[in-house]
């Protein structure tokens, strides 16, 4: 009988330093399955963010460069526009692009550059400990938030996905999540087709992934991912915002 | 031996071309050159102004509070600068477009309606090339023939108006010497 | 090759094309715009990248991006939006890449004005940005040694692995000279396979790279300062450059300026030298490393009554000068700024009445 399930190649050794139950661990390894299957491994530059995703470049096994909180997007730029025969993507989360980074990813999306973009959205600050996001949902708990966030004063969560498939410029945008085995596959497919649009040199390609932090949400994590099915899915709705075939 | 000529008028003038044109021909001889432009709030709402600078040594300070000559195109240009003219140094008048003279006495005038004698050779917007030849032609700080070569070259793409210009050049170099 | 006529900022963009810079991430701001406009024009003749990046911010980051990958970039700005450029240019020292910034100065703080000023010096050879690093700083005094300079910059940049500012004025920026590009100033690309994220498969190795800046253990954070700072070390010993100006005879007086101050200073020696008076210049042509032991050794002359500092700045070259002469001689200070530059005139007053 045959191998029916291995590691990827584009993963290291290394075991993570994530919490338990936490969903960054998932979606390395579609990552890392995307490149492999697509056989980019060895021409592909990833920029890790400012976040608990920092030391991705201990797991994913490729170049990488590191940029400082937010500006992923503008150093993928730099890279793709003077090297545009390397494969380039970008690993965020939600206060790193939804945040501080917003201006250049909007831009960088925009200018339709020809990268992908992978977007955690756990509706939370987790490397920091828990602080309030954009996309924090209305009354959830956040250490800057003990009362729960107040939309009167933070304004309503941020539908990255959403307002990233307003931008006139072609692309492909979706929202995935990981929260269940048939979303991991869908996620999968979609962050391989993210890539691929990249080899074919056809548009920017922005994954947003619906993920779960059990330890700033202070959950098990099985009740995490409760939680994100009934109270973040019906807000963060996923599927296909928008993809090239529509310009 | 470093000359300074500050070139004055408004914007659309041309002014910041002629001087170009002097300092380009002025380097073509082997001088050191420097072209100082204003720039700045007071580029905006119509002056424009620079300063050439031809010397036979490296040249130092740019800034040039009194320059030698002034070539001045306009009126408001006459009276911000006129009082700043080294003693002995040339003032040009654009005579088309103001009614006045310069206050001093010690400083050499050289009075031509540029407008009105490119208007003659066709076209009001050579006025900037009529004022170059013929301050050119009465400072004699650089070759006039290298000097109209450098026009020619510096309308190379626009062929067509190379005649009215080698028109407008002749046309200065006459009334300088008038 | 015959000299060419050229504003500052378009030979600066020259410059940078003749020294094999082909990558240029820029974000408009007056008086530099010029290097701008020209590379949007001539970069895609010579097969280059020419981009506007959505603020200095993200330019900042482009440049980190492009050079990470192991590519020559430069990007040109003015004051503020250097001090945008400031957080990128600590992680680009940091993560120890080459890039080339040009600071076109202008008057500041704030939005200031947009004449020419050095107040900068402390942002460019002081910090900026957070953390212990440094900038190797160059100071051209004229649109040919801007030039120069530009073309001098990637070479020290890949040699240290560290960014490299030029460092300008609107004046400078601004106004024309006769230019000419030495084609010896131009060096070949160093070889980056080493640490470069250039794709492991254009280095055909198996090792990945990571070009980075974090470190979250104490020793090694430590170890990783203490190689930076010998690279600054070494700047100091390899890298200094510096002009002393009328200092062969029996100075009075020492005056320490650079840029286009330095030129005015120049006028004024002269003047004084036709009234019989003897005063000498010290011209830091980098800012850092500064020229320590030049002008120490200067002021130290022993018919030079004092030093004194001008600038286009309300006092900042000048605590190096102190530091440097360590009080064996006085060391004064002059300036104006806001786009009011000292002129001869008054810098000859001022020399005459502090050598009395």
């Not at chain 1, 692009?97 to 020809?114: P, T, V, Y």
């Not at chain 1, 966030?149 to 990233?164: E, K, S, V, Y």
């Not at chain 2, 917007?125 to 510096?154: G, M, P, Q, T």
Request: proline share 6%; aromatic share 8%; net charge negative.
């Amino acid at each position: 009988m045959g191998k029916a399930f291995s590691k990827p190649e584009a993963l290291t050794d290394n075991y993570t330093h994530y919490c338990p139950g936490c969903t960054h661990g998932i979606v390395h390894r579609l990552v890392a399955e995307a490149i492999d299957e697509l056989g980019i491994r060895e021409n592909t530059v990833g920029i890790a963010p400012v976040g608990c995703a920092v030391m991705i470049y201990d797991y994913i096994n490729c170049d990488f460069q590191e940029a400082a909180h937010g500006r992923a997007p503008a150093m993928a730029t730099g890279i793709k526009r003077v090297r545009p025969d390397l494969m380039v993507f970008t690993y965020q989360g939600d206060g790193d692009l939804a945040s501080i980074g917003m201006g250049e990813i909007i831009h960088a999306a925009n200018r339709g550059e020809k990268i992908t973009v992978i977007f955690i959205n756990n509706a939370i600050y987790g490397m920091t400990g828990g602080q309030m996001a954009p996309t924090t949902m209305p009354g959830q708990r956040a250490t800057t938030a003990p009362a729960g966030r107040d939309t009167a004063q933070t304004g309503m969560p941020i539908r990255m996905a959403n307002l990233m498939s307003e931008i006139v410029t072609p692309g492909y945008v979706t929202r995935q999540a990981v929260l269940k085995p048939q979303m991991v596959n869908k996620c999968k497919k979609a962050i391989k087709k993210a890539f691929q649009y990249q080899m074919d040199n056809t548009c920017f390609s922005f994954v947003e992934v619906v993920s779960t932090c059990p330890t700033n949400w202070g959950m098990t994590p099985i009740n995490a991912l409760k939680w994100a099915e009934e109270t973040l899915l019906p807000y963060y709705e996923l599927g296909d915002y928008k993809t090239p075939e529509d310009a | 031996m470093q000359t300074e000529i500050k070139f004055a008028g408004f914007g659309g003038q041309g002014i910041l071309l002629s001087a170009k044109l002097l300092a380009y021909a002025a380097m073509k001889q082997g001088f050191q050159v420097a072209w100082i432009p204003s720039y700045g709030p007071e580029m905006r709402g119509g002056t424009a102004y620079c300063t050439v600078v031809i010397s036979d040594k490296l040249i130092g300070s740019p800034i040039i509070k009194s320059p030698t000559h002034l070539v001045a195109m306009n009126r408001p240009s006459l009276e911000k600068f006129d009082d700043t003219i080294k003693p002995g140094g040339i003032v040009f008048i654009n005579a088309s477009l103001i009614p006045v003279r310069s206050q001093r006495k010690d400083v050499v005038e050289l009075v031509v309606p540029v407008n009105d004698i490119a208007i003659e050779a066709g076209s009001v917007r050579a006025a900037n090339i009529v004022a170059l030849a013929a301050f050119a032609a009465k400072s004699k700080l650089v070759d006039l023939d290298l000097l109209k070569k450098c026009v020619k070259e510096e309308f190379a793409a626009k062929a067509k108006i190379i005649p009215l210009n080698m028109d407008a050049f002749d046309r200065g170099v006459a009334a300088a010497q008038a | 090759m015959a000299k060419v006529l050229m504003k500052g900022n378009e030979a600066i963009g020259e410059a940078a094309i003749r020294a094999g810079c082909l990558n240029y991430f820029a974000y408009p701001i007056t008086p530099q715009s010029e290097v701008a406009e020209y590379l949007s024009k001539r970069l895609p003749e010579v097969g280059g990248v020419f981009l506007q990046g959505e603020s200095e911010v993200a330019v900042g980051y482009m440049l980190f991006g492009a050079s990470g990958a192991g590519e020559r970039v430069m990007t040109t700005s003015s004051s503020p939006g250097i001090s945008l450029m400031s957080e990128a240019i600590s992680y680009i020292a940091g993560a120890e890449c080459p890039a080339v910034f040009v600071n076109i100065m202008r008057g500041g703080p704030g939005l200031g004005g947009i004449l020419p000023s050095q107040g900068d010096y402390f942002q460019a050879t002081k910090g900026g940005g957070h953390g212990d690093y440094h900038l190797l700083v160059l100071a051209p005094d004229g649109v040919q040694e801007a030039v120069e300079m530009t073309m001098q910059a990637f070479g020290l940049a890949e040699k240290y692995r560290n960014p490299v500012m030029v460092m300008g004025d609107g004046m400078i920026g601004q106004m024309m000279e006769p230019v000419e590009f030495p084609d010896d100033l131009k060096t070949e690309p160093t070889n980056k396979d080493d640490w470069a994220s250039n794709g492991m498969s254009t280095r055909k190795s198996k090792k990945k790279n990571l070009v980075k800046s974090l470190f979250l253990d104490p020793a090694e954070l430590n170890q990783h300062n203490l190689n930076l700072k010998a690279k600054y070390e070494q700047m100091k010993k390899e890298d200094v450059q510096y002009e002393l100006y009328n200092a062969d005879g029996d100075y009075q007086i020492l005056i320490a300026s650079y840029g286009t101050m330095s030129r005015v200073c120049r006028t004024a020696i002269d003047m004084l030298k036709a009234e019989g008076i003897e005063a000498a210049m010290f011209r830091p042509k980098t800012l850092f490393p500064f020229p320590e032991k030049q002008v120490h050794d200067a002021a130290l002359k022993e018919t030079c009554k004092c030093v004194i500092s001008i600038e286009m700045s309300m006092g900042q070259m000048v605590e190096d000068v102190q530091r440097c002469v360590m009080g064996k001689k006085p060391v004064e200070f002059y300036g104006e700024c806001g786009g009011e530059i000292p002129s001869p005139e008054k810098i000859m007053e001022i020399v005459k009445e502090l050598i009395g």
